[in-house]
């Protein structure tokens, strides 16, 4: 079993987020000693932006690339190769300003490619992203979750299905910023949501 696990926070240190998709990955390891573990911290390693040089790129047939366009190709191909060998995403995904942050948005740009992670056909758009299961640690400062303000959960499970991720488990860790006794429920909820969601 393949784990990829990806850090969305902007903190290298201290993220709730992190933290819990590490535990996630803890209990997925635990019940799976011999898996392979990927991790993609985005505070330490951000990815480029979506920006015209790199549509330029993917626009341009290969034997016409520049070597900086074919560079930039090359780097999203790898994060793409990346996610088709991963049997489990486990996501650690903090909320800023009501989104998910730009650098987990970032590389659902770079996944994103048509006919190569999702297909159009007559029948309309198909995810080449299949069989995998994914998990998502949420953490925000305020309470969100099943309200419409919390977008990051319909966006993710629309763009993960888009790409054939189906298989998709939340864990909400809410109210971070709201004293310390609410983090520690709340972080104490997100460890029971854990359990519940990777049974030991
Ligand atoms: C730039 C920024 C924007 C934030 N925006 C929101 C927000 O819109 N809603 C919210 O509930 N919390 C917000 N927060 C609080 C974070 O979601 C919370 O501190 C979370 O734990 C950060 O994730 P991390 O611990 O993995 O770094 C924001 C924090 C930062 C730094």
């Known amino acids: 079993m393949n784990i990829l696990q990806i850090n969305a926070s902007a903190r290298s240190t201290g993220s709730h987020s992190s933290r819990l998709a590490g535990d996630l990955v803890g209990r997925l390891q635990a019940a799976a000693p011999d898996a ?3 991790v993609l911290d985005l505070a330490l390693h951000p990815l480029p932006e979506l920006d015209e040089a790199a549509l330029q790129a993917l626009f341009t047939p290969a034997p016409d690339r520049t070597p900086a366009q074919a560079a930039r190709v090359a780097h999203d191909d790898a994060l ?3 996610v088709q060998a991963a049997d489990v995403v486990v996501l650690g995904v903090p909320m800023y300003n009501f989104g998910v942050p730009a650098q987990l948005k970032n590389w659902i740009d770079a996944i994103s490619r048509a006919k190569v992670t999702f297909a159009y056909t007559e029948q309309g758009p198909v995810g080449l992203l299949t069989g995998k299961r994914v998990y998502v640690a949420l953490t925000r400062g305020g309470l ?4 419409p303000a919390d977008t990051q959960v319909a966006y993710l499970k629309t763009v993960l299905a888009f790409l054939g991720m189906t298989d998709v488990h939340f864990v909400y860790a809410e109210g971070l910023a709201m004293g310390a006794e609410a983090e520690a429920r709340a972080l104490a ?3 029971a949501q854990i359990a519940e969601a990777v049974p030991a």
């Open 36 to 38: 392979q573990l990927s």
């Open 80 to 82: 793409i190769a990346q």
């Open 144 to 147: 969100y979750r099943d309200t």
């Open 189 to 191: 909820s997100a460890q």
